[in-house]
């Protein structure tokens, strides 16, 4: 299996564009995750996906951000506009059943100039 | 939410040494992983250990869930087990979202 699929790899923009950030899961895996990392935070978690079904989106940090999950193979993160507090790497995770074994894409490394 | 806390923050090993990284959490658990993220800023899974003991290599974890507590030993370490190591538990009781600790900060001289 491919694993989990993630693009871009680096995305640099400039202050108020908008960023979309892709992921394709795991074949088979029902649950998806968004998580973003940064030296301050650690590793948060943004979104939870099962199903396709947005579950728990109480990490989302504003408005600015937005994820949707159209089909059991692809979601996306969007982030506009984007602001220079945003620069972060951001993880997309699968696992196969609630509570199953959690599997982490390469990431996106951000950078909002 | 359950905390997880994990210890040592940062170690240091010399090429060969042995060593026990701990994961503590506060509240009964469904499910637990350890994860190894690498100097290149890859998330790779170790275990995926509930409760019991695994054994991959060099590498073992033991999980003691009535104890609230996992173990992660590292024995005669290389330079590439150099990184960060992550503990990260999804409590039980409905919710299957994992809470990651701060993770235990390693580097192995050569």
């Known amino acids: 299996d491919a694993g989990v699929i993630q693009s871009p790899r680096h995305e640099v923009t400039e202050m108020g564009q908008e960023v979309t950030l892709r992921c394709k899961p795991i074949?088979?895996?029902?649950?998806l995750f968004w998580y973003r990392q940064t030296m301050m935070r650690g590793l948060e978690l943004l979104i939870y996906?099962?199903?396709?079904?947005?579950?728990?989106d109480s990490g989302m940090p504003e408005d600015r951000f937005s994820a949707k999950m159209p089909n059991a193979s692809f979601s996306t993160l969007k982030i506009q506009p984007s602001e220079p507090r945003d620069s972060a790497v951001y993880f997309c995770?699968?696992?196969?059943?609630?509570?199953?074994?959690?599997?982490f894409g390469p990431g996106t490394r951000l950078t909002v100039l | 939410g359950i905390q997880v806390e994990q210890s040592p923050p940062d170690l240091i090993l010399q090429e060969g040494a042995n060593s026990t990284l701990r994961c503590n959490f506060s509240?009964?658990?469904?499910?637990l992983q350890w994860f190894h993220q690498n100097p290149w800023g890859q998330l790779i899974n170790l275990f995926y250990?509930?409760?019991g003991t695994k054994q991959n290599g060099r590498l073992s974890a033991t999980t003691v869930a009535t104890e609230r507590y996992s173990l992660l030993y590292i024995s005669s370490s290389q330079t590439t087990d150099s990184g960060v190591y992550f503990c990260?538990?999804?409590?039980?009781?409905?919710?299957?979202?994992?809470?990651f600790g701060r993770g235990t900060s390693l580097i192995v001289h050569p």
């Open positions: 995770a699968s696992t196969q059943g609630q509570g199953g074994e959690q599997f």
């Open positions: 996906f099962n199903n396709n079904v947005p579950i728990d």
């Open positions: 509240d009964s658990v469904n499910n």
């Open positions: 250990i509930p409760s």
């Open positions: 074949s088979g895996h029902n649950s």
């Open positions: 990260a538990v999804a409590p039980s009781g409905g919710s299957y979202i994992p809470t």
